[in-house]
């Protein structure tokens, strides 16, 4: 017989076992099970939850001691966010403070873009003419190459914003979705309180010098993701949309180098001269999880892969794989892409 009070047979079993165990024991074994009710069952659960518990808070504490110690090693500012989805883990550093967003900040516009479309205020199949007076200088972008006068399709034109992250999609991007204020007001009545596109954008030009294109922090850009896969950010069907086009990313040298190529995630970088940035949600064994990080005024504004700001991307985001899925550990340079051998 199996004595749950004292511990027998629990230790060595889990509660599945020991129920079957009993069902197939004689009477008196049922009884046994028949009294396990009301309050002693509660605790009998309470006390399984509150272990797991215990061990994600010890978890969670080494990395965050793990994630200052990289962090105190950085000449610049650094904001952090990252939470387990299911809420047994979260760490915040900097994490509410604003920062310049970089190209993070094609998510939000994309969103509203695709708000657009779901409102009927776009034709999702109508061709987009390209102006080749409207290209962006900065960057290797695609779309620039394009003849004046080409077309292109709005999925193909999201995918070069999202996936390459081409700076003259971008811009178209933001014009369809109504321009910068447009794109602002509709966050803000979404909730998202601190995320904003400043270019272009009229009475946004102290905004522009000191953030760049966009602005937001940790915690709100990686609460986008979250809500992309939640199906709550514009619709169902387009949350998924964009979710699925989010699993497409060019730029994947930084922090998603530190993921397993096996494990989904859904992804956006952002790189300017003194910030580096990079949001992910990350479909773990263990359970998906979030990570934001966003430098600002760093020293090092080179652009090889060795960069400190890049480096440090790949750091944090191995830092936090490796504590958050200890069976299955994965180790890569945090100097960048290993192969092939420059």
Not at 147 to 156: A, E
Not at 215 to 230: C, D, F, H, N, S
Request: glycine letters at 8%; one cysteine or more; a negative charge.
């Amino acid at each position: 017989m199996i004595e749950l009070m004292a511990g027998n047979g629990l230790k060595s079993q889990s509660w599945h076992q020991a129920f079957l165990f009993l069902l197939n024991s004689a009477p008196a074994a049922l009884n046994v099970l028949s009294q396990i009710t009301g309050m002693a069952a509660l605790m009998f659960l309470v006390s399984g939850c509150c272990t797991t518990q215990r061990m994600s808070q010890d978890r969670a504490s080494s990395l965050r001691g793990e994630l200052n110690e990289a962090i105190e090693k950085f000449d610049g500012e650094v904001g952090v966010y990252f939470r387990k989805l299911d809420d047994t883990c979260e760490i915040a550093i900097r994490a509410e403070e604003l920062f310049p967003t970089a190209s993070l900040i094609k998510v939000p516009m994309t969103m509203a873009l695709l708000a657009q479309v779901e409102g009927g205020l776009l034709d999702w199949k109508t061709p987009i003419v390209h102006q080749a007076s409207k290209s962006s200088k900065v960057g290797e972008d695609l779309m620039a190459k394009f003849m004046d006068g080409s077309q292109i399709s709005l999925d193909k034109l999201i995918f070069l914003t999202q996936s390459v992250s081409d700076n003259t999609a971008a811009r178209l991007v933001q014009d369809l979705a109504g321009g910068g204020a447009a794109i602002n007001q509709w966050l803000a009545l979404q909730g998202w309180e601190q995320t904003r596109v400043n270019a272009r954008v009229e009475n946004r030009s102290q905004d522009y010098q000191f953030y760049g294109w966009g602005q937001t922090t940790p915690k709100e850009m990686a609460g986008m993701l979250v809500a992309l896969r939640e199906r709550r950010a514009i619709s169902p069907q387009a949350d998924e949309y964009l979710d699925r086009m989010l699993g497409k990313a060019y730029w994947d040298d930084e922090a998603l180098s530190a993921i397993p190529s096996d494990i989904h995630v859904i992804s956006k970088q952002g790189a300017v001269n003194a910030s580096r940035s990079e949001v992910l949600l990350v479909s773990a064994p263990s359970g998906p999880y979030v990570l934001c990080v966003i430098t600002r005024n760093q020293t090092d504004q080179s652009w090889g892969d060795d960069n400190e700001g890049f480096q440090l991307l790949r750091r944090i985001s191995q830092l936090v794989w490796n504590a958050m899925e200890p069976n299955h550990p994965y180790e890569t340079s945090t100097k960048g892409p290993e192969w092939p051998h420059h």
